[in-house]
Every structure is written in structure tokens, then in C-alpha cells.
């Protein structure tokens, strides 16, 4: 009974575990690494899978591309700290789509894919100052913590940066629920505060290898 009890864990447990399988890394410039919620960390690579509640982490001078099993993308600053809280998606079952991601330091550039496009309102981004909801879009948030980090862009304070390529962004916090349109760049100092919208790059950067192809940057 009790090898057969044994044998049925490790059944569930590999089932569980394929059905976490959120996307694959596309392109790393250096270290980077995925913190399972059980704390195991491993190192990943080029063709990496990452799974839903992986913490990935890319260390100091490392950019990389994650695309997602719906061909949303997430690409990663250096010294980045992303959460994916919950990845959830079936072709044929939109009903149970859930895109949730937490930016706990860092920068990155999110493309919406087919998940975003189809129920915009299970896409969700939190950071420490706000959370950031979708209208179909491209755009890049930069959270600046003011204690060591990685990869400051050049100017800016601590908070989170924002800016809209493409479609537009929903800001929510205890201040209130905000708009961002493309073209426009914000900064949302606290959770607390209502954000600052520009129509010029406050210093905002991302500027990926050349051996990543052609990506959307920006230069402060």
C-alpha cells in the first residue's frame, strides 16, 4: 500500500507540474535564474522553461526574452525581478485564461498576445506603487527601488517609470484608476500618489543586444 501510495504522489506531482508550464526563454545575455514557490532555484538558458509561480531573476548586465505559451513576451531588464503569479491559458478555453505578474525591481518591455487580446481583463501587472492593466498593448515599466539598483536609467527617482508603445495601460492604486495612451511616458512615485504623465522620455532605457533582433527600445 504504501509503494502504491508513493507511486500515486509522484503521478499527481508530474501532473501538476506539466501544467505549470507557462513559456520558454528565447534569448539570455547572461545569468538568470527561476525560484520555484518551494524555494528550489535553478539556473536557466536558452530554451528554459519557466513555469507559473517561478521568480525570475536576471543578474546585473543580463537581458532576456520570454515568450509565453500565448506569444505574449515579457523581455527583462538586467537586475530584474519578476513574479509570474499565475499563468493560465487554453486555446480552446478562454474561460480560464490568467496572466498575473509581479515587477519587484527592475525593467522590462510586456507585449500582449493572444490571452490579452481576447479577455484584456485577466491580464494584470503589480508592482509596489501600482498595478497595471492592459487595452491590448505593448509598453515598458521601469521600479526603481533607490537601494543598489542594477540598472538605474540615468535620472530617475525611486518609483515606478511607465511608458506606452503601443495600445494603452489602465493605472490602478489607492489614488485612483489611470490612463495611459501611446507615446506617453508616467511615474507613479508610491501606491498612494497619482501618477505624472509626459509626452517626452524622462530617462527611460532599455536597450537590449543587437543579437536580440528587432525589438522595441528606448533611449533616454
Known amino acids: 500500500m504504501r509503494y502504491v501510495l508513493a507511486a500515486l504522489l509522484l503521478w499527481v506531482g508530474s501532473l501538476a507540474h506539466a501544467a ?5 526563454v528565447v534569448q539570455v545575455s547572461g545569468a538568470m535564474s527561476a525560484r520555484s514557490p518551494a524555494g528550489v532555484v535553478k539556473a536557466l538558458q536558452a ?24 506569444n505574449s513576451e515579457l523581455a527583462l531588464k ?15 478555453k478562454p474561460e480560464a485564461d490568467r496572466a498575473a505578474y509581479t515587477l519587484v525591481k527592475g525593467g522590462l518591455r510586456s507585449m500582449t498576445g493572444l490571452l ?13 506603487s501600482a498595478t497595471i492593466g492592459i487595452r491590448g498593448t505593448t509598453f515598458f ?3 526603481l527601488t533607490g537601494k543598489g539598483d542594477a540598472d538605474p536609467s540615468p ?27 501611446p507615446g506617453q511616458f508616467g ?6 500618489t497619482r501618477p505624472v504623465k509626459m509626452f ?9 543586444p543587437a543579437s536580440f533582433g528587432d525589438v522595441d527600445t528606448l533611449t533616454p
Do not use: C, W
Open 116 to 128: 490579452g487580446k481576447r479577455n484584456k481583463d485577466k491580464f494584470a501587472m503589480k508592482t509596489p
Open 20 to 24: 505549470q508550464v507557462a513559456g520558454v
Open 78 to 92: 538586467p537586475g530584474t525581478t519578476v513574479v509570474i503569479d499565475q499563468f493560465s491559458f487554453d486555446a480552446d
Open 155 to 181: 535620472g530617475l527617482e525611486p518609483g515606478l517609470h511607465v511608458h506606452v508603445s503601443a495600445g494603452g495601460i489602465s493605472i490602478v492604486n489607492s489614488a485612483g484608476e489611470f490612463r495611459y495612451d
Open 187 to 192: 511615474f507613479i512615485k508610491n501606491d498612494k
Open 200 to 208: 517626452t522620455n524622462p530617462g527611460m532605457k532599455f536597450t537590449p
Open 47 to 70: 530554451k528554459s522553461e519557466v513555469e507559473s509561480g517561478d521568480t525570475l531573476v536576471t543578474s546585473a548586465g543580463a537581458y532576456a526574452l520570454v515568450r509565453f505559451i500565448d
Open 141 to 143: 515599466l521601469e521600479y
